[in-house]
């Protein structure tokens, strides 16, 4: 190995995400000297751009939150605000017991305030058991608790079933009988904390959006796809000095002498401070000699598989609903979990080829693996029988893509927060240490950005930002994951 001479205020990020490279952009702008070492051959994460029949598309992550800050300022930040789009549409369906219906408005994650809001997708008698919860003692939710099972105990298994646990499984991919209320919807946590009714929680949640007179839009594009977000800031990392290496898989992290010696190949590094941005099993075996306990609760970190089914049709062979797509339950026995009518979502996929019609379909949740061991010539077939018998629509596309995210999605179960609390706990006793990225405080991207931007305060002394992200909801809520 031939040493790498030490630099002052050398800071190392491992992982090129997009949580990675907002670190490195935060660090330089601090006027650190930044490395940034990414074991693939590419930066990005699970922000992938593509094309399929000659036009540009996400192959990954589609749309980011906009009514959350970060993520949208990075974009302006790094160059690309001109090419912030919101959706050319905002409507959805929902398929369920057998036909396309309108998704409802009105609920918080599909929480509703009244029964009435989810006419025409629960049957009449889940309606009528909605309408119980005025009538029910307060349900105690103690530290934490599964949304599934708090929103049964309150609405029935109906509203978790046909509504709930598609909308959560369009974010984590999991199981919302399994997933933190506390982390996932700290919003509906902190209503069941403080209320008995959660139907009068909603409302008052509702009403106080309206009072704030929250405009523009809740989502938001980029032109030629997110994917293009991470290249971008990448782009500025490399302007602004910073070193950004793929195809370096680190394979030792431990402390030396005034700080951190990180051993990348046949590189080795000395650095003040290291922020590592990987998944959770990477972050495991990277802190496994110098912060064990660390190390032993980001092992215990559970994640979800699944694969994004891209196709093309003539635009002229193929006729769609209205919308910009629909979600699937899972009661409803279908294979794909959902799809979008990217061609209608995205204004600048229509604009690359007006003759085009691009749709997607996803498959793959916690616990299934039947379906992602399937060969891709499978996965297509699958998607189009879904998808003819949702839509009608069976002619023969003219492209398809498979994209198999293996662990793509870190899961939230209940207790989650407080794994959390106890890894940046154990990682705060080593100076010049931080950890960011999905496994943390929210799979969407601007939380995945917040997290890095507190990663980057916390080795400079200032821990108000980790300390924010893991505030008790009842406190100061914090953005979950939405994209």
């Not at 002052?8 to 650190?32: D, F, P």
């Not at 009435?116 to 934490?144: F, K, N, Q, Y």
């Not at 949304?147 to 598609?166: F, H, I, K, N, T």
């Not at 839009?217 to 991470?230: D, K, N």
Request: net charge negative; with cysteine.
């Amino acid at each position: 190995m031939r040493e790498v001479e030490s630099r002052t205020e050398q800071v190392v990020v491992i992982g090129a995400g997009i949580a990675g490279l907002a670190a490195a952009h935060r660090l330089l702008r601090h006027g650190a000297r930044v490395t940034v070492l990414e074991a693939s051959e590419r930066v990005g994460g699970k922000l992938l751009p593509g094309e399929i029949a000659g036009t540009r598309v996400d192959l990954g992550a589609e749309s980011m939150l906009a009514r959350r800050p970060e993520a949208v300022a990075l974009a302006r930040e790094t160059g690309l605000g001109d090419h912030l789009q919101p959706p050319a549409t905002a409507t959805a369906s929902i398929w369920t017991r057998g036909a396309l219906r309108p998704m409802p408005k009105g609920h918080v994650m599909g929480v509703p305030g009244t029964a009435t809001a989810l006419a025409g997708v629960l049957s009449d008698e889940g309606l009528a058991r909605i309408e119980r919860d005025a009538d029910l003692p307060r349900t105690e939710v103690g530290d934490d608790m599964a949304v599934g099972e708090y929103v049964a105990a309150r609405l029935g298994r109906e509203v978790v079933d046909r509504l709930v646990d598609p909308l959560l499984g369009g974010v984590y991919a999991g199981d919302a009988y399994r997933i933190s209320m506390r982390s996932a919807v700290p919003q509906l946590y902190q209503a069941a904390r403080t209320h008995d009714s959660i139907t009068q929680a909603v409302r008052e949640i509702q009403a106080r959006a309206a009072a704030a007179q929250q405009t523009g839009p809740v989502f938001m594009g980029i032109e030629g796809g997110v994917g293009s977000l991470p290249l971008a800031v990448a782009e500025s990392v490399r302007a602004r000095g910073g070193e950004i290496l793929t195809g370096a898989p680190v394979s030792e992290l431990r402390r030396a002498e005034g700080g951190w010696r990180v051993v990348a190949g046949d590189r080795v590094l000395h650095a003040d401070a290291v922020i590592v941005a990987v998944p959770a099993p990477a972050a495991a075996a990277l802190l496994r000699a110098e912060a064990p306990a660390a190390a032993s609760e980001l092992a215990a970190v559970e994640y979800a598989s699944m694969a994004l089914i891209t196709l093309a049709y003539r635009r002229a062979d193929a006729d769609l609903p209205e919308g910009s797509g629909f979600l699937v339950p899972p009661v409803d026995g279908r294979t794909i979990k959902a799809s979008t009518f990217a061609s209608r979502k995205w204004g600048w996929i229509a604009d690359d080829n007006p003759d085009l019609l691009v749709l997607r379909t996803s498959v793959g949740r916690y616990g299934e693996t039947e379906i992602l061991g399937r060969e891709d010539a499978d996965l297509v077939e699958v998607s189009r029988r879904d998808l003819r018998e949702a839509t009608g629509l069976d002619a023969a596309p003219v492209e398809t893509r498979v994209t198999r995210w293996t662990d793509g999605l870190p899961q939230y179960p209940v207790g989650h927060h407080a794994r959390v609390a106890r890894i940046r706990e154990h990682v705060a006793k080593l100076p010049g240490l931080a950890v960011c990225g999905a496994q943390y405080d929210g799979v969407g991207i601007p939380a995945c950005i917040a997290s890095a931007y507190a990663a980057v305060d916390q080795i400079h002394g200032d821990l108000s930002g980790v300390q924010e992200l893991t505030a008790d909801p009842v406190q100061s809520l914090h953005g979950g994951a939405g994209e």
